[in-house]
T-cell receptor, first 112, second 112 residues
Framework: EADIYQTPRYLVIGTGKKITLECSQTMGHDKMYWYQQDPGMELHLIHYSYGVNSTEKGDLSSESTVSRIRTEHFPLTLESARPSHTSQYLC???????????FGSGTRLTVV | DAKTTQPPSMDCAEGRAANLPCNHSTISGNEYVYWYRQIHSQGPQYIIHGLKNNETNEMASLIITEDRKSSTLILPHATLRDTAVYYCIVRPWMDSSYKLIFGSGTRLLVRP
């Protein structure tokens, strides 16, 4: 039973389009994260947030941007999609303690 | 942060125990060992974590050596659905700035 939701699950979009990937969690977690993963490759952290109005870039440089206006919502935006952005994007959240991360099912993005 | 070393791949027979090793020889006293798995590009799933005592839950057991330089994740009766990439990660205790960084993990194949 998922407590973190990502939409859409799959997205095929043309080059130059603006897209927003949605991520919402119902657990009240302060911390949220975006990871990017190409098929068969490692997960790379691209953005994270420790709370409302807090966002930071991760270890892998990304042309995407994020916002955190509400605790439960952490959308990722690409202003102008390119084929190089084709990948899977995974959202996660965690609480303040030592609990593990909870991941969403991911959005598989294809830019044509 | 302590780094971990895992074999790139392993296999076991269905119904048998799967023992996945992890070396973390530079682990610090305040770092926990976490295990996650990722089934076929789904979002990673938290399995178990521990500090120095052995831990068991409904999914697996975690055995940490006395010197804490290595650990073993045990799936007592592996099923085909346990085929996945398993990640061993160390993270500091109560470090609110810590971000989960995934390595390449161990690809476990459970054979019928």
């Amino acid at each position: 039973e998922a407590d973190i939701y990502q939409t859409p699950r799959y997205l095929v979009i043309g080059t130059g389009k603006k897209i927003t990937l949605e991520c919402s969690q119902t657990m009240g977690h302060d911390k949220m994260y975006w990871y990017q993963q190409d098929p068969g490759m490692e997960l790379h952290l691209i953005h994270y947030s420790y709370g409302v109005n807090s966002t930071e870039k991760g270890d892998l440089s990304s042309e995407s941007t994020v916002s955190r206006i509400r605790t439960e919502h952490f959308p990722l935006t690409l202003e102008s999609a390119r084929p190089s952005h084709t990948s899977q994007y995974l959202c996660a959240s965690s609480d303040r303690g030592q609990g593990g991360y909870t991941f969403g099912s991911g959005t598989r993005l294809t830019v044509v | 942060d302590a780094k971990t070393t895992q074999p790139p791949s392993m296999d076991c027979a269905e119904g048998r125990a799967a023992n996945l090793p992890c070396n973390h020889s530079t682990i610090s006293g305040n770092e926990y060992v976490y295990w996650y798995r990722q089934i076929h590009s789904q979002g990673p799933q938290y399995i178990i974590h521990g500090l120095k005592n052995n831990e068991t839950n409904e999914m697996a057991s975690l055995i940490i050596t006395e010197d804490r330089k290595s650990s073993t994740l045990i799936l007592p009766h592996a099923t085909l659905r346990d085929t996945a990439v398993y990640y061993c990660i160390v993270r500091p205790w109560m470090d609110s700035s810590y971000k989960l960084i995934f390595g390449s993990g161990t690809r476990l194949l459970v054979r019928p």
